[in-house]
């Protein structure tokens, strides 16, 4: 059985660049062999991640990140069964928060996936890759 868990965090210390690359080189590699897919977006201090997969790897995978001393306040907001993955084309799609133009009309700021219910930060996600600016490459 397919699931999709979405959970919001806060960065321990600065996300610099040399963190975000090591944190995706791991995702992507570990999760393309194991058939998880998502998306990390991540600026402002927070995380704010996907994960789709079978539910027990999903669950293992997300126990591990969630002890992940690189973010804290680890907070679990959506989680359903799925019949269709959401982000096929990525095994671990990345989203700059800081990066985004501000023409795209995403106002961040105003936006706290802390207390937004998990359908709205869903829907914030999927908006967040249609601006295609700050994102990966999929998968080929
Ligand atoms: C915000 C964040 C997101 C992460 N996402 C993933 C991920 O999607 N897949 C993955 O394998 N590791 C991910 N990691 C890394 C894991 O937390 C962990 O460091 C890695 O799986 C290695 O675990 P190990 O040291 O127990 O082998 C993430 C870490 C952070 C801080």
Redesign the pocket.
């Known amino acids: 059985m397919l699931i999709r868990v979405i959970y919001v965090?806060t960065?321990v210390g600065p996300q610099t660049s040399t963190?975000t690359h090591s944190?995706?080189k791991?995702?992507?590699?570990?999760?393309k062999a194991?058939n998880?897919t998502?998306v990390?977006c991540?600026g402002q201090g927070v995380?704010l991640?996907a994960?789709e997969g079978e539910r027990g790897v999903v669950t293992k995978?997300y126990s591990?990140?969630?002890?992940?001393?690189?973010?804290t306040n680890v907070v679990l907001i959506h989680c359903e069964s799925i019949a269709e993955r959401r982000f096929e084309k990525w095994?671990?799609a990345h989203v700059s928060l800081s990066d985004i133009d501000p023409k795209t009309k995403i106002v961040w700021p105003e936006f706290d996936p802390y207390s937004a219910s998990g359908l709205l930060v869903m829907a914030r996600i999927d908006e967040l890759l249609a601006t295609g600016t700050t994102i990966q490459s999929p998968d080929s």
């Open positions: 965090s960065a963190m944190i995706l791991k995702a992507q590699a570990w999760n194991n998880i998502g990390l991540q995380f991640q994960l995978l591990r990140i969630y002890a992940d001393q690189r973010h095994s671990m």
